[in-house]
């Protein structure tokens, strides 16, 4: 494992302060010195990412890796409305850690950084005698009182979600049966191996939903928000908990990732509701929104090419339910169906 | 191991929104939400904590692992002259991680923050397949230009060191050598017993220095400043680095803790000056100012009752240099030295 110096000294070459970044004093020094605009509210908040836990090295290059310990963390300001802005990363590095699988990480984080116009400003590394371990904390601003916690649902307000669901637990699923990323063209196989290989791909590779969080967050378009980190059924329990009600989620609307249909199709036994209800590690951003919005969620939806889907509406509750077939099943936190 | 669940219902009902903290939103949603002072710049930084590598558990109970876990990201904060403000805290359990051993741990984090006004407003856990880890991150604040690096020293500049130093290596060598903290009364032993209970408690109870370096920001009473993690050579020659300087200690002015030169005294073989330069971990601040601010150090000093100490001066360099008994040596980053 090289010296912490060294760690540094790449991170640096690597760091690029742009101007208006905000950043006064990057890596090296006790503390990152930051510029916040004045009165916007400041969000902060981590994520870890063990391996043996959250990741396995023979699943995914290093940089991939690194780039998703990053996106969990960022998806999590997403989430709130507001604009990721800076970010450390501390890492325990296992004895065979080399300096170039270190670099891989990091340009992992970096590249996903420089895409979102976030800044990693810091962080620490070690020895670790276990497994590896990365933890991201990042800074995040919202203009002052905008932003959207899991408190402020209502009963009436209509439940959506952006993107497509299940993908991720269906690719999980799939590295444990021993499928691997490839790189194969989208005319390099057939249809079931596209498939597999979306799964896996959006498992690995998640993509944090900052732009329509942003939107959200300025446009005051929702009443409550909160990334897809434990499964639908546990993260809309959550702000249905919260905000003292209930939900109901119609399957026939759930947006299930063609990954999942294609493979269903094909022969694969999958039920893809009850996937999309409980697959983790999505960080879409499920959301609540008075019917009023319904038109200009959808024109924003179409500006920035994601489909926002309306899966369902606020109860008042208690209890999660789902509305299959014309009958109605209660949900538990994990996504299973009970009959009421 | 406990549930994510549990323990942040445990770190709620523990954490405590104190008016006027900034907090607008604490632990148990996607990110906490904090408010800044307007114009104020953000320190952000971040320590990690590993077991078998920063801590051992048969060293100390956990609550005493959890404040130092804190405490070394605190320090950071108070090396740039700010106020320590919001922290977060990522902790990968091992399977045999109790609920009493998790609030323990907690319970030494609060401590500390308490005694500083300092608030935990979030982080996150997951189970360990290996060992404890421990990862802090925290916010803190100076006035907009004030933070201190580590690269304005300038020749002519007298070096400062608050605290005692030598006392932690020495309480990190008794550990592996067998002694344990015990909860002996100042009389309750020998001279020798009390003076290694010291180190011990030294090594594993540091005290970040947060009104010295708060005062030192605020009055603008140091031209570079670091607190002395890897030992003081290691880190004043951090300072003359990215000062492009160098250094002259004084052996004689070095403030070694009473628990070395007790120790010594009694018998033990112990190179105090080697010990108080290379010793790691004592989380004291170094600082350089200029000569004209002597008086307002020592009226400050005994202000808040804080021994500082001058130990050298800054040359135009490069290297750093001990003068002892009227000899002087270089000293390499590891406090070792070598004739010229």
């Known amino acids: 494992m090289p010296g912490e110096s060294e760690i540094i000294a790449m991170i640096s070459a690597r760091s690029r302060l742009r101007p208006g970044s905000g950043i006064e004093l990057g890596i090296g020094d006790d503390a990152a010195v930051l510029r916040i605009e ?3 509210d400041v969000l ?21 890796i690194g780039r998703k310990a990053l996106a969990v963390t960022i998806s999590d300001i997403a989430a709130m409305g507001g604009e990721p802005r800076f970010g450390l990363a501390s890492l325990a590095l296992t004895s065979g850690s080399s300096m170039d699988f270190i670099e891989q990480l990091f340009a992992g984080m970096f590249q996903l950084a420089d895409t979102l116009g976030f800044s990693l400003v810091g962080g620490d590394t070690s020895a670790s005698p276990g497994p590896l371990f990365i933890d991201t904390s990042a800074i995040g601003c919202c203009a002052h009182g905008r932003a959207i916690t899991r408190k402020g649902a209502r009963p009436g307000d209509l439940v959506f979600v952006t993107g497509e669901l ?175």
């Not at 902060?44 to 991939?64: K, N």
Request: proline share 6%; aromatic share 4%; with cysteine.
């Open 44 to 64: 902060f908040c981590s994520d870890l990412s063990v391996e043996g836990i959250h990741f396995r090295t023979e699943w995914a290059a290093p940089d991939l």
């Open 38 to 40: 004045a009165e916007a």
């Open 166 to 340: 299940g993908g991720s637990a269906l690719g999980l699923s799939l590295l444990e049966q021993g499928c691997r990323l490839n790189h194969l063209g989208p005319d390099g196989a057939d249809r079931a191996s596209r498939a597999r290989q979306a799964a896996i791909r959006r498992h690995l590779v998640p993509d944090p939903r900052v732009q329509a969080g942003l939107i959200i967050g300025r446009e005051g378009l929702a009443t409550a928000m909160i990334d897809i980190s434990d499964g639908l059924a546990t993260d809309l329990g959550h702000i249905a908990e919260q905000s003292k009600a209930g939900a109901t989620i119609h399957a026939a609307l759930l947006p299930v990732a063609p990954s999942v249909t294609d493979l269903a199709s094909a022969g694969t036994q999958i039920d893809a509701v009850s996937l999309a209800l409980a697959s983790g590690e999505e960080y879409e951003l499920a959301f609540c929104s008075p019917p009023q919005n319904l038109d200009r969620i959808r024109e924003f939806s179409e500006r920035i090419q994601l489909p926002i889907t309306r899966i369902g509406e606020i109860t008042p509750g208690p209890g999660l339910f789902i509305d299959r077939d014309g009958q109605t099943a209660a949900i538990n936190a994990k996504g299973f169906e009970h009959e009421i």
